[in-house]
C-alpha cells in the first residue's frame, strides 16, 4: 500500500508541470504571460486621471505599464502604474 500511494505522489508530481504548463497563458511567441489586476485599458485609464490627454504608446515596461502621451496643454507626459494595485509609480511632466 505505502509503495502505491509513493507510485502515486511521484507520478502525480511528474505531471503536475506539465499540465500547468498548459494552462498558462502565452504571447503570439510562445512567451509567458502573467496575467495582472490592472489590464492595459484600466492603466490608460488610471494615466487619464493623472493628466494624459492623448496616448501615444502604452507598453508593459520593467515590470509596470508606462502609458505616454501628451497633456491638453500639448506637453509631453509618462506615467508609471503597477499592474497588480494600479498605484502610480512615477509621472513625469515634460
Request: proline share 2%; glycine share 6%.
Amino acid at each position: 500500500m505505502r509503495t502505491l500511494i509513493l507510485l502515486t505522489a511521484f507520478v502525480f508530481a511528474a505531471i503536475t508541470p506539465a499540465l500547468a504548463h498548459h494552462t498558462e497563458d502565452h504571447d503570439e511567441h510562445g512567451a509567458h504571460q502573467h496575467q495582472h489586476a490592472i489590464s492595459q485599458e484600466r492603466a490608460v485609464e488610471i494615466a487619464r486621471e493623472q493628466g494624459v490627454a492623448s496616448v501615444r504608446e502604452v507598453e508593459m515596461d520593467d515590470g509596470n505599464w508606462k502609458v505616454e502621451g501628451s497633456t491638453a496643454e500639448g506637453r509631453r507626459i509618462e506615467v508609471e502604474i503597477n499592474p497588480d494595485t494600479g498605484a502610480v509609480v512615477k509621472r513625469e511632466i515634460y
